[in-house]
């Protein structure tokens, strides 16, 4: 069973998960000379962010990625490096070549593409392998999806590519996202689910039969350390 860690609030939890991601990041760069760490967007994070930021934490050596993205302008309020942006990134003392974001002035396929080469080139992959992200952070919909990977998505069952360019047709949009071979094979996944009504599909991936078609965050479920609040494990408990 995957270690599940309960907390009293969103930001309780929020908070838990930001201070372990300092630690093992600080960790990893002590050990490696850098560290590489990919954030997931939305309201939980926010609140992970906003008490990241102001920590007296020395953020040389660590290269931010984005999970997935949305492909709209960096400035619109649906896109999740404006959230992080806002904040994290304008109150941190981080340079911009260490900020690695998915470039949506790009068509989507190309978005992909280019950011896979980024990443690539980072994290120094050789050819025939994937990235290893010292720390990957993501959270979880209402209907199990994480990362920018829905319920009935194909590319649920890519294990070698690095990212790719989805269609969201609940939402109409186009996003990019890093695929299940990348998130699987992170040193480290923290898992940031808060709120009551994830607490019906929390129970299904984390009590029910695997089946990663219909709840893909179970790609990594037993892997990562849940951060939840009492309301998301509501169910766990019936």
Not at 9 to 37: F, N, V, W, Y
Not at 98 to 117: C, E, F, G, I, K
Not at 184 to 198: E, F, M, N, Y
């Amino acid at each position: 069973m995957p270690e599940i860690l309960t907390f009293d609030s969103p930001l309780a939890a929020a908070q838990a998960c930001g201070d372990k991601i300092l630690q093992l990041i600080d960790a990893a760069r002590r050990e490696r000379g850098l560290a590489t760490l990919a954030v997931s967007g939305g309201h939980t994070p926010r609140l992970m962010f906003e008490w990241m930021a102001p920590r007296p934490f020395d953020w040389s050596g660590i290269e931010l990625f984005q999970v997935d993205e949305r492909c709209v302008p960096p400035d619109s309020d649906q896109s999740n490096y404006r959230m992080m942006r806002e904040s994290l990134l304008d109150a941190v003392r981080i340079p911009a070549k260490q900020v690695h974001r998915v470039d949506t002035s790009l068509a989507p396929a190309d978005a992909a593409r280019t950011y896979a080469d980024e990443i690539r080139g980072i994290l120094k992959v050789k050819a025939g392998e994937l990235p290893v992200f010292d720390v990957i952070q993501l959270g979880m919909g209402p209907d199990g999806h994480t990362a920018s990977l829905f319920p009935g998505e194909p590319l649920v069952q890519d294990r070698a590519g690095v990212t790719a360019a989805v269609w969201v047709e609940k939402f109409k949009q186009h996003r990019v996202t890093l695929l299940p071979g990348v998130l699987q094979r992170a040193r480290h996944t923290l898992s940031l689910v808060t709120g009551a009504d994830k607490a019906e599909a929390l129970q299904a991936v984390l009590r029910g039969p695997v089946d990663s078609a219909q709840f893909p965050i179970q790609l990594v479920a037993s892997q990562a350390v849940w951060y939840i609040d009492g309301s998301a494990d509501a169910k766990l408990q019936s």
